[in-house]
């Protein structure tokens, strides 16, 4: 387990150029053990030691008597020790975040997508806040009613304009958590939350059947699954950022764990310490004199992750206290006592001189040693995306491109059995934070090996042209109504040769269509324009249209199926046949917002082609 540890941190310090920093939070004088007070040989979850320039970084929340930060303290006001040996601070910085954006910049405030949300997670003034609501260690009358009233106050009214906010429960998927700053659709989500403590049916998945079936009984594994839903959470905060981020944990402890529970509760505080993550409990049943094991708990969470523990009748005060608290911190940076890589437990110790304030600072880091390094470096190469599936999601257009139109390049085949090319050309969607200019009109040049394979306007619906197999270089102007470009597109594309593959499919056309009228006249249609835009509405019905082309065409087995952005498989999809010519019918309402790959796979012996389709759904 303790080589596992090393090695996540050696994948964390793979991913990060500069260079890092542990420690749970303590009280003014931290504890003089590795955290949480386990045995000193039993492994722990490592620190991400991020080596630039040899400094460890310790991220440091000074509160005062009030649960205000404190910003006025200079390096000279700190202490640092490593393995209880006094440590020079070379480098120090206050960083201060109040949600408001800096004057003029307006621009990134909606969030279009979850690849902008991860854009702006990633931005230093930006704070990140994920709501938990623990729905199995809530009661459904009194305790969710008053939680729900003053959790739907607080992201009405507690958050800054640049602030990132998600609200997720034990079931929501880690590709399913959504950082939005619109305030209504947060209070939206949270209108709909429910306790559900003691409640087994009617059940919301077969993962809850299962609950119902196992020996085990429902109360432990739904504390192991709201355990595991919390700690992927913190894994998935992680990968957004590196500076702090904060979980708002709403429970009433979990129960039914048994010896399964100090092991746990380690991981999930190692976990936390890893990322960079605050916890914050807060007890929806208010104040309580009952010593509870399952109120421990989350005071021992939130305490061993520099969060707070909130057992109040002032439900909205505890949550408006850790937006202040997350308003203000100090980066401390010093030389470690030994070698960064040398595979051992480092204890990190922080005080402040002035008395009556409270320091938060993780507790120690594990370091990974080379070996971790190595090993950690292979596992990163390993879970690599394809170039095929990594090519497919590079033609969604960045949620911060500034672009006019979007554009469609395909490869077929035509009547007279030659490679052809398509092209067409949409207006983009309009965007509040970009004034576009209108197009009028989009020409092209197509340029192979032997010469321009065509020069000339591009129809919205489509064109058509002939072109010699191999790399063709495509150029795309789009013009105003001067005729002045307005916007320019290149891409490189490989015309396949017809003669030369056994086996091979052509580029899928979609066909967008968001009413039943729509649907009947694609279908209706001989040669239906397509969509060049990859962006589309839950609302919307997808028609997309492909043909298999090659000797072994005929009896190759033809299959479909949606991918998660990371490559994993959802689904299989039916696919409809006429000949050599395939139709998937896709309705996206079952399909949640994000970035997705349709691969389509034909495959006839030891001949295999593959086609991959991106697609964004949006709200």
Known sequence: MADHARLRAAVVVLAMVTAASAGVPGQSAPPQNPPAGAPADQPRAPQPIRSGAELVRVDVTVIDSRGR???????????????DVPREIRSFKFIEVDGHPEEGDETSLPIRSAGHAAAEAAREGVRVFLIFWDEYHINQMVSAHGAREHLTRFVRTAFGPTDLVAVMDPLTPVDAIQFTRDRHELAETVRHLRGRSGVYVPTRSVVEEAHLQSREGPERLRSQVTLTALKSAVVHLASLRQARKSVIFISEGMRGLGRDEPAMMMDLI????????????????????????????????????????????????ALRRVVTQSSAYYLLGYAPVASPLDGRFHKIQVRVKRSGLDVRARAGYWAPTVADMRRASLQRAANALPPAIAGALSQLTPATARRSVDVWIGTGLNARGRAEVRMAWTPRAEDPAYDAPDVSSVTAVATGGAGDAYTGDVDPRGVRFDAPPGPLQITVAAHDASGDVVDRYERTIEVPDPSGADLW??????????????????????????????????????????????????????????????????????????????ELDLQLTAIARGDFVIGIEARHAEDRAESYLPLRVLR
């Open 69 to 83: 930060p404190v910003g006025d303290l200079t390096a000279d006001d700190f202490e640092v020790r490593e393995d």
């Open 270 to 317: 190692n976990t936390a310490n890893d990322s960079n993550t605050g916890i914050y409990t807060l007890n929806p049943l208010g104040l309580t004199l009952r010593r509870v094991r399952a109120f421990e708990m989350l005071q021992s969470l939130a305490t061993n992750t520099g969060g707070e523990w909130f057992t109040t009748n002032d439900l909205g005060g």
């Open 505 to 582: 499919i052509s580029s899928p056309l979609v066909i967008r269509t968001s009413t039943p009228l729509d649907l009947r006249a694609a279908r209706l249609d001989p040669a239906p324009a397509p969509s060049a835009g990859r962006e589309f509405s839950r609302s919307d019905r997808l028609l997309i249209r492909f043909a298999v082309h090659g000797e072994h065409a005929g009896p190759a087995v033809v299959t479909a199926r949606l991918l998660s952005q990371r490559a994993v498989p959802l689904t299989d999809l039916p696919l409809a046949r006429s000949g050599n010519q395939y």
